[in-house]
């Protein structure tokens, strides 16, 4: 039965849970013993997803919602963050505040389980994004949020830049569920000379919630 069904996170770091949530059969890290002042790497597989894939794209609206007409830009409201891929195709990603109910369609697909969905947020960002890829998530000429797709450590991925300040910057990670091992251990040897370490997801939505005052 569907109450009886453990989800279960890809992700796995060397740190003890100080707090967790169950929530939506997902056993939810809120709070790590130690996560330090940051950078932090944010486990966010537990956040739903979808893509959304129909050539008549531009007069849908996801949740009464508009998606950017321009690939590579991107739409937060009301808690979804929407990402405009190409022509045909964007993503939705949950960050905030309740659950939406599935959109209805045939050109929806849930990817929750299907990816990892991975936040770096704090200082020093940009030499660390700098060891692991070649896109330019720093480039000042993008307005963010915006998203770049390609490689991040050998990985192809979706990544979207929600603030690029010196003192607080934020990227999203989106990759296949099958490299998530190997993405966060690479994001750790990386980011271990800034003082990278895990944290719960209450650092992110403190974070986030700042980000939006």
Not at 13 to 38: H, I, M
Not at 82 to 87: E, G
Request: glycine share 8%; aromatic share 8%; hydrophobic share 40%.
């Amino acid at each position: 039965m569907a109450e009886n069904i453990i989800r279960r996170s890809p992700v796995a770091f060397d740190s003890t849970p100080a707090q967790t949530e169950a929530r939506d059969n997902w056993n939810v890290v809120l709070e790590f013993e130690t996560q330090g002042a940051g950078p932090w790497v944010i486990d966010l597989s537990h956040r739903a997803r979808w893509d959304l894939q129909d050539r008549a794209i531009d007069a849908i609206q996801p949740w009464g919602l508009s998606i950017p007409d321009t690939p590579g830009r991107c739409a937060f409201a009301n808690g979804v963050l929407i990402n405009r891929m190409n022509r045909t195709q964007s993503s939705l990603w949950h960050l905030s505040g309740q659950k939406p109910e599935p959109p209805d369609g045939i050109a929806y697909t849930d990817v929750t389980d299907a990816t990892v969905f991975l936040a770096l947020i704090g200082r020093n960002l940009a030499p660390l994004m700098e060891k692991l890829t070649s896109l330019d998530f720093f480039n000042p000429l993008n307005k963010t949020p915006f998203l770049l797709q390609g490689p991040v450590s050998h990985v192809p991925c979706q990544g979207v830049m929600l603030a690029s300040s010196q003192d607080r910057s934020g990227i999203l990670l989106n990759c296949s569920r099958g490299y998530a091992r190997d993405m966060v251990h690479a994001i750790l040897d990386a980011g271990a000379e800034f003082g990278i370490r895990p944290a719960g997801e209450n650092t992110f939505n403190r974070w986030l919630m700042d980000l939006q005052t």
